[in-house]
């Protein structure tokens, strides 16, 4: 075979891909604004510009940004089309650090962690004193999840019309929680002025009065309410978190009922952490020290503690029994 004769007809150009090369320069986005993010959808975000209820505009994630987790609560930076109009859509380019976090696990055997809540300043455990019955180990596995995260706990009691609320609030003496009641004629200007000027995670089992107290805090939020079942527990209403404006400033950000607090992330000393005059002692405790005294942990440093300190042990440790036992 004689050799043949190439041109320019025999060069192949792969369509689509241009000659262009490829640079690893980024737009530094410096028009960019500030935003809270206040709902999340099926990647969609709703973004309050400047934190302004009534300025809030869609967004989808920008490229740039991966698979960079975005939830309620979270402060970015968006770009692209602000106006708000239907059917506009704007690009959240930047997330900035969080403050606190409230986090949980399918289960305390799963490792992997959601955020669920980002930069809120409290978390609002709501419990029913009556139909369904209160749960001890929710509000306990509920604080372990607070103190870790950094956010301060507030204990709601529901339905003090239908049994008194003393007897269940003993329960968490020696702790730094903050217990409030409502009933159907009442309460609900002291849960107001708890939460003025603050972002508040409410979170609760179905069926509590959750969605009955935040349509009573924002009375333009509309929050489904559903009923209890027979076998005492709740339906489901509440589907995705949302942060709703308070009537003064604030905001109360409703969370989907939950069924269980996986606690997989949090450790012991996250828990101990949380109190500030037992967080020095455990630093004499050995390696792995679990903190929970004779005879799982001999040598736990808490046992030394005496007077008030000492029932502050007693109360952390009740949290980290709840943390094991799952």
């Known amino acids: 075979m004689s050799p043949r004769e190439y041109d320019e007809s025999d060069v192949r150009v792969r369509p689509g891909r241009g000659s262009r090369p490829r640079t690893k320069t980024r737009p530094d986005h410096s028009d960019a604004e500030s935003a809270m993010v206040v709902t999340v959808d099926r990647g969609r975000w709703g973004c309050a510009l400047g934190g302004d209820p009534h300025r809030v505009v869609t967004a989808m ?6 698979r960079t987790s975005v939830v309620v609560g979270d402060d970015v930076d968006v770009v692209g089309d602000l106006s708000g109009r239907p059917d506009t859509l704007a690009r959240i380019v930047r997330r900035g650090s969080r403050r606190t976090a409230l986090r949980r696990t ?25 139909d369904p019955p209160p749960r001890t180990g929710f509000v306990e596995r ?5 103190y870790a995260g950094g956010l301060a706990p507030i204990l709601c009691l529901t339905k003090s019309d ?17 217990v409030v009641t409502t009933s159907r004629d009442g309460g609900i200007d002291d849960v107001d002025e708890l939460l003025e000027g603050k972002s508040t995670v409410l979170v609760g089992h179905s069926g509590v009065g959750k969605s009955t107290l935040v349509n009573r805090l924002v009375p333009n939020a509309d929050r489904a309410v559903g009923v209890v079942s027979g076998v005492g527990k709740g339906r489901h209403t509440s589907t995705q978190s949302v942060a709703l404006p308070l009537t003064g400033s604030g905001w109360a950000i409703d969370t989907p009922g939950i069924r269980s607090f996986g606690l997989a992330h949090v450790t012991a000393d996250d828990v101990i952490h949380a109190f500030s ?3 020095a002692a455990i630093e004499n405790c050995p390696r792995g020290c679990g903190h929970l005294g004779p005879p799982a942990d001999p040598e736990c440093a808490l046992d030394e503690m005496t007077g008030a300190a000492a029932g502050r042990v007693a109360a952390a440790r009740r949290l980290l029994i709840a943390l094991k036992s799952g």
């Open 61 to 66: 994630r920008a490229r740039e940004l991966g």
């Open 106 to 130: 399918a289960d305390d055997t799963d490792p992997t962690e959601r955020v669920v809540v980002a930069n809120a300043d409290q978390l609002l455990m709501v419990v029913a004193l009556a």
């Open 142 to 146: 509920s604080l372990v999840a607070a």
């Open 162 to 178: 239908l049994a008194p609320a003393a007897p269940f609030a003993a329960q968490f003496a020696g702790l730094d929680l903050t």
């Open 277 to 279: 005059d037992l967080a």
